[in-house]
């Protein structure tokens, strides 16, 4: 494998990593705090991620990331991250929630 190809590929992860991180973050705030005012800025910010990984790795990123997600936040908050699914509905007609 080339140098080029090894520093693209860390760079993917490295990019996977930092929106898993701000996925994490925008949901936890959005359970946590359900009537605030930033809740529809916060999930134009989780569906415009979506539209990213689903430009980058199709249904798989989705169900990949949104897996780890819901895992990480009902572990750390006790809270169910489920009905956030909907907020990537007509990415593609394979999620719907």
């Known amino acids: ?5 090894l520093v693209t590929l860390k760079s993917i992860n490295s990019m996977d990593m930092m929106l898993e991180e701000e996925l994490i973050d925008l949901m936890t705030f959005c359970l946590q705090n359900p009537e605030s005012s930033e809740i529809p800025e916060k999930h134009k910010r989780i569906t415009e991620i979506g539209h990213e990984l689903y430009a980058d790795g199709g249904i798989d990123a989705l169900e990949n990331f949104f897996f780890v997600l819901k895992n990480r936040i009902t572990e750390e908050i006790e809270k169910d991250p489920s009905p956030m699914r909907s907020l990537w509905n007509g990415l593609t007609d394979e999620w719907q929630y």
């Open 1 to 5: 494998m080339s140098k080029h190809v």
